[in-house]
Nanobody, 119 residues
Framework: QVQLVESGGGLVQAGGSLRLSCAASGRTFSSYTMGWFRQAPGKEREFVAAITWIDGVTYYLDSVKGRFGISRDIAKNTVYLQMNSLKPEDTAVYYC????????????WGQGTQVTVSL
């Protein structure tokens, strides 16, 4: 069974940085894409970034391009989201998710980690 455990959230001032981690277990992920999503209070969940496990191709939400970086450590089965130049509008619960590459639906989700950016 796939398990995803996020960590690294917290409170940071605007302009600061945080690095989120997502430790994945339960299978070999070479055919999978790992993604980060976020959901702010009163808003729908939105895609933030994704990376293909096998070759590291990345995808980003336009509003985070140049500020966020997604990466993976194959040996540790861990995906990271480096978030720089944070803004108050980045405040949300951030979720890690997994889908089989080539499919649109993310089948497995972590429990989420809160990121709060203050002025």
């Amino acid at each position: 069974q796939v398990q995803l455990v996020e960590s690294g959230g917290g409170l940071v001032q605007a302009g600061g940085s945080l690095r989120l981690s997502c430790a994945a277990s339960g299978r070999t992920f070479s055919s999978y894409t790992m993604g980060w999503f976020r959901q702010a209070p009163g808003k729908e969940r939105e895609f933030v970034a994704a990376i293909t496990w096998i070759d590291g191709v990345t995808y980003y939400l336009d509003s985070v391009k140049g500020r966020f970086g997604i990466s993976r450590d194959i040996a540790k089965n861990t995906v990271y989201l480096q978030m720089n130049s944070l803004k108050p509008e980045d405040t949300a619960v951030y979720y890690c998710a997994v889908r089989r590459s080539g499919n649109n639906k993310y089948n497995y989700w972590g429990q989420g980690t809160q990121v709060t950016v203050s002025l």
